[in-house]
């Protein structure tokens, strides 16, 4: 019976991580492991404890051997890695790999990947953010197999009770005596209140791991946003809650105060006017005393507003909040100041022929390459890499870009209802602060307290700021669910931040 129960619990307690975008769970990463560049898909299970889907496509054909684990992100547990597992190499493609984990806890959790191959062995950390963000419903089907067993389990109990009081100590052969058939009613009538009782207590207990497991359930929190008389972005946040490495344990919870640094920023806050997209903002507020977050407002039209505001916990769980902001009125505002940036255009296309260009005011362009032609509808669910190439206005690559913020790009990806919205870079959409703490874990490499240095050879990119940016750049993502998106791509050009942008339609 308790195994039973055991089984049903295990089914009833399903959940499904998301990561710390909006709506857009899967992590893609593109990075070096070792001497080797891999492009690492981790599609998150459906349930926790369940499977994480591993995808892994190897740039050259030098990789021979790839092994996965996983583990968490920080802590004593990022230290000592379980036995990695095999990821099958495909017979018809042998750059690809493919194997699955089992994420047996919530939390920041990381996926190791062990390269062999004929330059040696190779490691890269992929960080995983691993939440419950539903209960799935028991299939009808499988809750009538189970009923129909508990009823014949519960009265082979009853009658195997029977048996024994009517038959226990009778020598065989002979039969059984007269007086026994009462007791036999009696002990039938207690066993049958005590499987009853058994089968009650088990009901609670399945009731109270089922709202101890919907404790833990994630959706993006809330901020609040409020503009101050002097035209101020005041955005709170109630703590934030995040479930433990133990799913049997309670939820962290965290504040504005446990946060880490990503980007040179403790926030990245988007503004994307909705229903158009037409009105797009990337500031970085700055943490107050009192514990809110306050931004000086660019010149901005009036609207509603989607805020999505990213921020990295401290164990590397990164966390995207969600508010609204309504202007009856446009902002007059203070001028665009450090990494602060933002655009506006018109509204997102219902039908996208628009040409995959972005001409910016002085003529020069970024353009959407698009490798096969004719060029092939964009599929859901579908990890691929995003090309870009800016031109200067006579039409030759551009030759005046620069790290912003680090990076040679950062994309922010809306879907029209504002449902996704995804925060991606050339490495991926695994914030840098998880990643470089994911790449600290590594052994070798610093786990001391605090921000690691950037791993550069890792993040697959040339050493910065020093370098000049080359003018082509690809973004790892794959668009969750069909619809309308927008992508925009920032830039720094000659001290200048650019913004693109480009409609897409996902089937
Ligand atoms: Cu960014």
């Known amino acids: 019976m308790k195994r039973l129960f055991f089984i049903l619990l295990l089914v009833g307690a399903c959940a499904l991580p ?12 593109e990075g070096n492991a070792g001497p080797y ?69 919530f939390g920041s959790l990381q996926v190791r990947v062990e390269a062999e191959g004929a330059h040696g062995q190779g490691l890269l950390a992929v960080p995983i953010p691993a939440v419950a963000q539903r209960m799935l419903p028991m299939q009808r089907s499988l809750g009538l197999l189970l009923f129909a067993l508990m009823l014949i389990l519960a009265l082979a109990m009853v009658s195997i009770v029977a048996a024994a009081v009517r038959e226990g100590n009778v020598t065989p052969g002979a039969p059984v005596p007269v007086a026994r058939k009462r007791r036999v009613g009696f002990a039938a009538v207690t066993a049958t209140f005590v499987v009853a009782a058994v089968l009650a207590l088990g009901g609670l207990w399945w009731r109270a791991d089922a709202r101890q497991y919907a404790s833990h359930i994630y959706s993006p929190p809330a901020i609040d946003a409020a503009i101050s008389p002097n035209g101020q972005l005041i955005l709170r946040a109630g703590p934030i809650r995040i479930a433990s490495g133990n799913p049997r344990r309670p939820a962290d919870v965290i504040d504005f105060t446990g946060l880490v ?23 970085h507020p700055e943490r107050s005393s009192s514990g809110s977050f306050i ?22 769980f990164p966390v995207t909040m969600i508010g609204q902001l309504d202007l009856r009125s446009a902002i007059a505002g203070k001028p665009l100041t450090g990494d602060d940036s933002g655009i506006e255009g018109n509204s997102i296309a219902s039908e ?53 913020m680090g990076m040679p790009a950062h994309a922010a990806i809306v879907r029209s209802d504002g449902s996704v919205f995804a925060h991606v870079h050339p490495t991926g959409s695994v914030p840098m602060a998880s990643f ?6 590594l052994p070798g490499n610093s786990n001391a307290a605090g921000p690691a240095p950037m791993n550069m050879a890792a993040m ?16 790892p993502y794959g668009f969750p669910k ?5 992508l925009f791509i920032q830039v720094k050009r000659a001290g200048q931040i650019e913004t693109a942008f480009f409609d897409a339609a996902v089937k």
Do not use: C
Request: hydrophobic share 40%; no cysteine.
């Open 460 to 475: 697959n990119m040339p050493q910065m700021p020093a370098d000049k940016i080359a003018p082509d750049i690809s973004i």
């Open 37 to 105: 560049k891999l492009f690492v898909t981790v599609r998150v299970p459906q349930v926790i404890p369940g499977i994480a889907e591993i995808e892994i496509r190897s740039e050259s054909n030098d990789v021979s051997r790839i092994r996965i684990a996983p583990m968490q992100l920080t802590g004593p547990g990022s230290q000592y890695a379980p036995a990695p597992e095999a990821a099958d190499r495909s017979k018809n493609d042998p750059q690809f790999f493919r194997g699955s984990l089992w994420l047996m806890e």
């Open 295 to 316: 931004q000086n407002l660019p010149a901005i039209p009036a609207g509603h507003y989607q805020i999505f505001a990213d921020v990295v916990l401290t164990s590397g």
């Open 18 to 29: 998301v990561s710390a975008h909006v709506g857009s769970p899967d992590v893609f990463l």
């Open 482 to 486: 069909p619809g309308l998106y927008r």
């Open 261 to 283: 640094l990503d980007h040179e920023h403790l926030m990245h806050l988007f503004l994307v006017r909705s229903p158009g997209l037409d009105a797009f903002w990337h500031l």
């Open 436 to 441: 470089e703490l994911a790449q600290a874990s």
């Open 352 to 404: 996208t022929n628009a040409p995959p260009e972005f001409s910016f005011p002085d003529g020069s362009r970024m353009i959407w390459v698009r490798d096969a032609q004719p060029v092939k509808p964009l599929r859901a669910g579908v990890p691929l890499i995003l090309h870009f190439r800016v031109t200067d206005p006579s039409g030759r690559p551009a030759a005046d870009l620069e790290p912003y």
